[in-house]
């Protein structure tokens, strides 16, 4: 979805380097998200934002910091990479309308050595 | 957080109905279902989402029974380029609701 991109759209950086993954939304959502994605399996939640004021960890928060700098920026960060965060990283937006569905971006492909 | 449980693989033919469906047994009654189709490098794509009974929209329909403890997408005469991942999320809220495996669809000329 164009409205949600993504930078940059594939990394590879070495083990203890710390890297930044940006995302932006012109949809003008509230919620932003950040999702792994490994090989073969489903998308886990890292970390989700309801507003800018507002961070919260989801299943897998471990080894990632986030920050929402605007309502239309919500930026990933790992603070010392390791090789087992090697994997697809999708953020994604939605807006609460009673029901929710979400946006994705193109996703950014990280590879840590 | 309800569990759901879907196919992992499912086979078709062009022009074919699909039909995958998903076990939430223990789904709340707040909760709604959703899908969403991903193909291969890219984030999934929201397809239907509905409460009860069923659900009609341009791309598939979503049966829900009285119980609500399995839904069923169906994809109605299929194209290769139908062929993705789905997945099937359960809740009231997505930080709630976690992606499975997802059933993946491989739709053959």
């Known amino acids: 979805d164009a409205d949600v991109t993504q930078t940059p759209r594939n990394r590879i950086t070495k083990t203890g380097k710390r890297i930044m993954l940006e995302c932006s939304q012109t949809?003008?959502?509230?919620?932003m998200y950040w999702y792994r994605q490994d090989p073969g399996l489903g998308l886990r939640l890292i970390y989700y934002s309801f507003d800018v004021k507002d961070i919260n960890k989801g299943e897998i928060s471990d080894g990632y910091s986030v920050s929402r700098q605007a309502q239309a920026k919500f930026s990933l960060s790992l603070e010392s990479a390791i090789p087992n965060q090697t994997a697809l990283y999708f953020c994604a937006t939605s807006d609460w309308q009673g029901e929710e569905t979400q946006y994705f971006g193109p996703g950014t492909r990280l590879l840590v050595l | 957080l309800a569990k759901t449980t879907q196919p992992i693989s499912m086979d078709s033919y062009e022009g074919q109905e699909v039909n995958i469906t998903c076990s939430h047994n223990?789904?709340?009654?707040?909760?709604?279902i959703t899908w969403y189709q991903q193909f291969p490098s890219q984030g999934p794509r929201f397809i239907i989402q509905?409460?009860?009974t069923k659900v009609t929209n341009e791309v598939a329909s979503l049966f829900i029974p009285a119980d609500r403890k399995s839904s069923t997408l169906s994809l109605p005469r299929v194209s290769l380029s139908d062929t993705a991942v789905y997945y099937c999320l359960v809740g009231d809220r997505i930080n709630d609701m976690r992606f499975g495996a997802g059933t993946r669809l491989t739709v053959k000329p």
């Open positions: 509905g409460y009860k």
């Open positions: 949809k003008g959502h509230d919620r």
């Open positions: 223990n789904i709340a009654t707040n909760d709604y």
